[in-house]
């Protein structure tokens, strides 16, 4: 058996392999299960998430951005936003 819990909206957020380890009042926190599946191999980050009703389902997304993507992106906001600022700045001092 496997120990897991959940958070919000039904995300697994512990596996817990040796059950024996934990005390009843830790195990009622969580649900008893025979096997966790193991995500598919598709180059996504995977999130699994439980409930009695439906079982075990994971969600994909892509991976993260790694650090040069998200400096780049992070420029690319920053700019648009000095532009917006800049255009405010415009029409505010230009309507006076």
Do not use: C
């Not at 040796?18 to 966790?36: A, D, Q």
């Not at 991976?63 to 998200?70: F, I, L, P, T, V």
């Not at 000095?82 to 001092?93: E, V």
């Amino acid at each position: 058996m496997i120990f897991i819990q959940t958070g919000k909206n039904d995300e697994v957020t512990m596996q817990h392999y040796r059950v024996e380890m934990l005390s009843e009042n830790e195990i009622e926190l969580g649900f008893l299960v025979e096997e966790v599946p193991e995500p598919e191999k598709n180059n996504k980050q995977s999130q699994l998430y439980y409930t009695e009703e439906k079982g075990f389902w994971y969600i994909y997304s892509e991976g993260n951005q790694n650090d040069a993507e998200k400096i780049a992106m992070l420029v690319k906001e920053n700019q648009e936003i000095k532009a917006m600022i800049a255009d405010l700045g415009l029409q505010i001092g230009g309507g006076l």
